[in-house]
């Protein structure tokens, strides 16, 4: 009895054996009418198979970026071999269309909506952001953030998703739109479905994020490390206080405290004169507390009183006495005092 081959394994494949194999599974068992618009997903598709896994098993070959994996294997497939001397513009092509793909996901917030689930990407230097991905083909906007949130957090937001609740955004020419979804339990463990994606998952508070809370200082601290967050706090701050009584109440409550406040200090201005230091200072602090995403490092415009029109120039005197043209007196001393040569 002839002996059985076994399984075949990337552990002790070379380089070339590697990518006859990706060029099998992803480029020529492609169909053709589908390979001619999306051979670039395919390389795409290929690379993370290599990363992922050829190279879990098999640590001593290369790791390669896409562009440079692109470069290989167009070289080495025969039917991406043609297109070889025109791989690096195909590639640019690619990048650039990948950016305007329309991304969906979702915002995770806890029951007292205080804290919302965040993902940082597999590198050190990733930044954190919302659970959310590109949407494929004849894919709906919910099965695309549903899909992504399972895949990204191991969390299916079936149940609590609403068609109807949430916000979107454009960022460098890429449409944004991410579900919101309440009433995660803070307890729920999620395990990534990704592999050297997604490298942390945690709860974040909604008051420590730059741009939520009304402070100035965190406008510009963690900028990079979340600045795919920032784009949806400030209209995710307004759709909270709508759906929340409880915080739309305070917030009403404070609102009220600052117009009795305000009016209280222009009696006391209008009693004392006007003091135009302090006046500067309290419009400063309510614009940026009704503009709080406004970006510290950008001019902002102070609101400035309307200047009076300028009157006439007049001299400085006593209303009691009567007024004296300084002309006519010195002329009149001419006329009495004789001019001595």
């Given at each position: 009895?002839?002996?059985?081959?076994?399984?075949?394994?990337?552990?002790?494949?070379?380089?070339?054996?590697?990518?006859?194999?990706?060029?099998?599974?992803?480029?020529?068992?492609?169909?053709?009418?589908?390979?001619?618009?999306?051979?670039?997903?395919?390389?795409?598709?290929?690379?993370?198979?290599?990363?992922?896994?050829?190279?879990?098993?098999?640590?001593?070959?290369?790791?390669?970026?896409?562009?440079?994996?692109?470069?290989?294997?167009?070289?080495?497939?025969?039917?991406?071999?043609?297109?070889?001397?025109?791989?690096?513009?195909?590639?640019?092509?690619?990048?650039?269309?990948?950016?305007?793909?329309?991304?969906?996901?979702?915002?995770?917030?806890?029951?007292?909506?205080?804290?919302?689930?965040?993902?940082?990407?597999?590198?050190?230097?990733?930044?954190?952001?919302?659970?959310k991905g590109k949407i494929n083909k004849a894919e709906t906007d919910q099965a695309c953030a549903i899909r992504e949130v399972i895949e990204?957090?191991?969390?299916?937001?079936?149940?609590?998703?609403?068609?109807?609740?949430?916000?979107?955004?454009?960022?460098?020419?890429?449409?944004?739109?991410?579900?919101?979804?309440?009433?995660?339990?803070?307890?729920?463990?999620f395990i990534t479905q990704t592999r050297k994606e997604i490298s942390k998952i945690a709860w974040v508070d909604l008051n420590s994020l730059p741009t939520y809370a009304k402070s100035s200082k965190r406008k510009v601290q963690g900028a990079n490390k979340y600045y795919l967050v920032v784009p949806f706090m400030l209209p995710l701050r307004e759709w909270i206080n709508k759906h929340n009584p409880q915080q739309q109440q305070q917030q009403q409550q404070q609102q009220s405290k600052d117009l009795k406040k305000k009016s209280k200090k222009s009696s006391n201005i209008n009693k004392n004169g006007d003091n135009k230091k302090q006046d500067l200072a309290e419009l400063e602090k309510q614009f940026l507390a009704q503009f709080p995403n406004i970006n510290m490092k950008y001019q902002v415009h102070e609101p400035v009183p309307q200047a009076q029109p300028?009157?006439?120039?007049?001299?400085?005197?006593?209303?009691?006495q009567e007024y004296v043209d300084p002309a006519k007196t010195i002329l009149a001393l001419l006329k009495k005092t004789p001019i001595k040569y």
């Open positions: 009895m002839p002996a059985l081959h076994s399984a075949f394994s990337f552990a002790n494949s070379t380089l070339d054996q590697v990518l006859d194999d990706l060029s099998v599974r992803f480029i020529i068992n492609c169909p053709p009418e589908e390979l001619a618009s999306r051979v670039c997903f395919q390389v795409e598709e290929a690379h993370w198979f290599y990363e992922d896994f050829v190279r879990t098993e098999n640590a001593s070959l290369p790791s390669m970026k896409l562009r440079d994996f692109t470069a290989t294997i167009f070289q080495h497939c025969p039917l991406l071999r043609k297109w070889s001397a025109t791989h690096e513009q195909a590639y640019e092509n690619f990048q650039t269309y990948k950016t305007r793909i329309p991304v969906r996901g979702a915002i995770l917030l806890n029951h007292d909506m205080t804290k919302c689930l965040l993902v940082k990407g597999w590198k050190a230097s990733s930044s954190w952001g919302f659970p990204e957090t191991g969390y299916d937001v079936t149940p609590l998703l609403n068609a109807n609740e949430f916000i979107t955004a454009t960022v460098r020419e890429q449409n944004l739109k991410l579900f919101v979804v309440r009433d995660v339990p803070l307890d729920t463990i300028q009157q006439p120039h007049q001299p400085q005197h006593d209303s009691q």
